[in-house]
């Protein structure tokens, strides 16, 4: 089973995209969670996540107010509703199936299985 993140592409400063995570295969115990991304000659980051047991979301300070984490559990798809894009946004987007919350902001510690990310690039 592998996490395909997908949505990714090239927009202007302020504008809008929706991206999402299913997984392929045999899905029935693989339940995206997270999201995290990863500008270039940077360290992976963690986005936003929404928990399994009360769908409590958490973000990142720097996305706060722009980006929305929601699920549909029938289709187990993760989405990520970023709005008000900005440059320092660009990075690759991956999903995944656990988050570590500390002080209400989402971190990727121990995560080691990433699948397939998307890219988001904001530029004029």
């Known amino acids: 089973v592998q996490l395909q993140a997908s949505g990714g592409g090239l927009v202007q400063p302020g504008g809008s995209l929706r991206l999402s995570c299913a997984p392929s295969?045999?899905?029935?115990?693989?339940?995206?969670i997270g999201w995290f991304r990863q500008a270039p000659g940077k360290e992976r980051e963690g986005v936003s996540c929404i928990m399994s047991v009360d769908g409590k979301t958490y973000y990142a300070d720097s996305v706060k107010g722009r980006f929305t984490v929601s699920r549909d559990n029938a289709k187990n798809t993760l989405y990520l509703q970023m709005n008000s894009l900005k440059p320092e946004d660009t990075a690759v987007y991956y999903c995944?199936?656990?988050?570590?919350?500390?002080?209400?902001?989402?971190?990727?510690?121990?995560?080691?299985?990433w699948g397939k990310g998307t890219q988001v690039t904001v530029s004029s």
């Open positions: 995944a199936t656990a988050c570590t919350v500390i002080g209400g902001s989402p971190f990727d510690y121990g995560i080691h299985d």
């Open positions: 295969g045999l899905t029935s115990d693989y339940h995206p």
